[in-house]
């Protein structure tokens, strides 16, 4: 993730957050160093965002009490379905793009007050989907099909066909096909324009490249 989408991802969810959260945590999020969150942390209070360290029981870093959010109107009754959707989404693997989809889920949940919480939660305990899910694939590759896919930058993947050949290409995705039980990528290869479906388990490893 390039550093300016990467300040961006953090200011959010320092945001979308009502505990702190460490540094340590905040790397493994992100993958990157420690170091780096550090130097993240100051280049944001540089741009005046009121990050504080909190001691003790859930301390970490966090924003500011005072620094507010425009008002979301959720009530605990709609970000109760929001929520179960989204985690509904996320067991079983039916969108690839997690992080975004929990950045999001953090956001309607911190829109809440403690009491509201309090009930959503009580309202998504009992409520329940289930579906079989869709096959796993690696972290890393997910983390980065998601960064190339909004940021619409070509990749080099490594993957396997179906009869579990190795094959590398350059391409660019050019649509995501979620089914039930598998998510497609639609690519267009960079150097001869042919279009092909990659399965998102059967990826081995992704390079994001630069380019237009």
């Known amino acids: 993730m390039r550093r300016k989408s990467r300040l961006f991802a953090l200011a959010e969810y320092l945001r979308g957050r009502r505990t702190g959260v460490t540094a340590e945590q905040l790397a493994e999020r992100f993958g990157v160093t420690v170091r780096t969150i550090y ?68 956001k309607v949940r911190g829109a809440l007050t403690a009491g509201q919480q309090r009930e959503a939660l009580a309202h998504a305990e009992r409520l329940t989907f289930a579906a079989v899910p869709a096959l796993p694939a690696r972290p890393a590759v997910r983390r980065a099909i998601e960064e190339a896919w909004f940021e619409q930058r070509p990749v080099r993947v490594k993957y396997r066909r179906g009869d579990g050949s190795p094959c590398e290409r350059t391409v660019r995705i050019t649509r995501v096909l979620m089914e039930r ?10 150097v001869t324009r042919e279009s092909r ?16």
């Open 39 to 106: 130097r993240d942390l100051d280049a944001l209070r540089d741009a005046s965002l009121p990050v504080q360290a909190e001691r003790g029981p859930g301390g970490g870093y966090a924003l500011d009490r005072g620094y507010t959010l425009p008002p979301v109107n959720f009530t605990p009754r709609e970000a109760a379905v929001l929520v179960v959707l989204g985690r509904f989404a996320t067991e079983t693997r039916l969108v690839p793009f997690v992080d975004t989809l929990e950045s999001a889920l953090s």
């Open 181 to 190: 039980t598998m998510t497609v990528l639609e690519c267009e290869d960079t």
């Open 197 to 212: 479906g990659v399965r998102l388990d059967r990826i081995d490893m992704v390079e994001l490249l630069d380019g237009s």
